[in-house]
């Protein structure tokens, strides 16, 4: 009995060192912001985010239109007395260090990897930056149309607040805003007509035109002997370096990888692998679509996780009591949380299965409440979406991305091009730019 103790007890030691499944939420978000006399919005924006898992930091993304501007003035960390610890701007492998990833969006590190793993840990960070020429011009006045909460992010936001403040020549009230349980791909958008009463004009928004893509005629001569030679070089040089970066790109993606025989496979590396997520997204990602299997999964998932609870019973004729051979039995579900606690695509199923706001449901009764209703019931598109975004991000995490990898080939074939037409080369050189160009935006839209 002593031995069985001692076991149980090495247990529950060990289990804060269990696999923490990979999830992350705003606690809260509090935007406090300010649009001057000119039309530029200042923004302070205190998030509370929640990590657990093995995440390396935060990033935001801002969405910011051909003709606007920003101005990042900075990130910093709260500690634990509230005061704020400036973050750094540079090397993203040290902690509480910040840098662009692209034009509008920045990341920072929170954990090094061989930090433990973060485990319902919060941290409050605060941006500050500026967006200018936002404002749209309309015969009222100036409209301000902005989303106060980016909804390119992966987690919820549970609480919400926007406080924002104009400048008197706006002759506007402040505006307060609060909104809880903002799903994933949402945001906050504000929609405020402004009257303008300074001197001058404000920045507004203007859309740029794009300019048509021209080819110059110049007069073209031919090439000399040496520039062809030197020419033959650089291209015989670039293509067995684009080798070699071929096979480093493969490499570095697992191509050349052996794939793990079935045999290897046993429950440790299933626990480690593929239970660390849910199964609906699982089944998603391996047939790379959504049907009514998923959303028996969903089910499944509940009723193991104990949020809800399931029994089949036999169909019966009704008032007679008669047990009908041969009929499908009558599948039942009780919740035994409240409704309120689901959220997400789990929310909308419930909503769709337990009708008229009940706490338990069967196969009949659903059937009865649409037939009344003169409704179909699709539960699939419920989770369609949803799925769908889980099973990108599953699919494309850890993924490198190369900014214009098709440049340095077109670069190469330029060369040749100069190399074996020189009496005609800029123009062919110019048309066989926009081709690649061309062919490689179709490249992209067939991988997306």
Excluded at 385 to 398: H, I, N
Aim: net charge positive.
């Amino acid at each position: 009995m002593t031995t069985v103790f001692h076991l149980f007890f090495l247990c529950v030691l060990l289990l804060p060192h269990a696999v923490v499944a990979r999830t992350i939420f705003w606690h809260d978000m509090e935007v406090k912001a300010s649009l001057d006399g000119d039309g530029c919005l200042h923004i302070r924006e205190e998030q509370t985010m929640v990590f657990s898992g093995n995440w390396n930091g935060g990033e935001r993304d801002f969405q910011v239109r051909p003709g606007q501007r920003m101005q990042f003035e900075g990130i910093s960390r709260l500690d634990e007395n509230g005061q704020e610890i400036p973050l750094i701007q540079g090397d993203m492998k040290l902690v509480d260090h910040w840098d662009y990833n692209g034009s509008t969006t920045i990341r920072w590190r929170s954990r090094l990897p061989s930090d433990p793993v973060f485990n319902k840990t919060k941290i409050t960070y605060v941006l500050r930056y500026s967006l200018s020429h936002i404002l749209i011009a309309n015969k009222e006045g100036y409209l301000l149309n902005h989303d106060f909460c980016f909804p390119e992010r992966s987690g919820l936001v549970k609480n919400f607040r926007l406080d924002l403040e104009f400048d008197p020549v706006w002759q506007s009230p402040p505006v307060s805003m609060i909104r809880t349980n903002i799903a994933p791909g949402q945001g906050v958008v504000l929609r405020q007509q402004l009257y303008f009463s300074g001197q001058g004009t404000p920045t507004i928004f203007k859309k740029q035109p794009s300019a048509p893509a021209t080819i110059p005629s110049l007069p073209a001569s031919p090439a000399a002997v040496w520039l062809r030679l030197i020419l033959l070089v650089v291209l015989m040089a670039g293509s067995l370096w684009r080798i070699r970066m071929f096979f480093r790109w493969e490499n570095g993606l697992e191509r050349f990888v052996r794939v793990e025989s079935a045999d290897t496979i046993d429950r440790r590396w299933l626990e480690k692998e593929l239970f660390v997520y849910k199964p609906e997204v699982v089944g998603a990602t391996w047939d790379k679509t959504s049907s009514t299997a998923e959303v028996a999964a969903v089910l499944a998932r509940l009723v193991q996780e104990g949020r809800m609870e399931s029994w089949l019973e036999p169909y019966r004729l009704p008032f007679f009591n008669y047990r009908i051979p041969g009929m499908a039995p009558v599948l039942h579900l009780k919740l035994l949380q409240a409704r309120g606690s689901f959220l997400g695509y789990e929310q909308k199923l419930i909503k769709g299965l337990f009708v008229n706001n009940s706490m338990t449901t069967d196969t009949k009764t659903i059937r009865n409440y649409y037939q009344k209703k003169q409704r179909t019931f699709d539960p699939v598109s419920k989770i369609q979406e949803p799925l769908k975004r889980q099973m990108e991000k599953l699919t494309d995490e850890g993924e490198i991305r190369l900014k214009m990898i098709w440049m340095p080939t077109v670069v190469l074939a330029g060369f040749l091009v100069l190399l074996l037409f020189p009496s005609s080369a800029l123009l062919l050189l110019g048309l066989f730019f926009l081709a690649a160009a061309s062919i490689n935006n179709i490249i992209n839209l067939l991988r997306s």
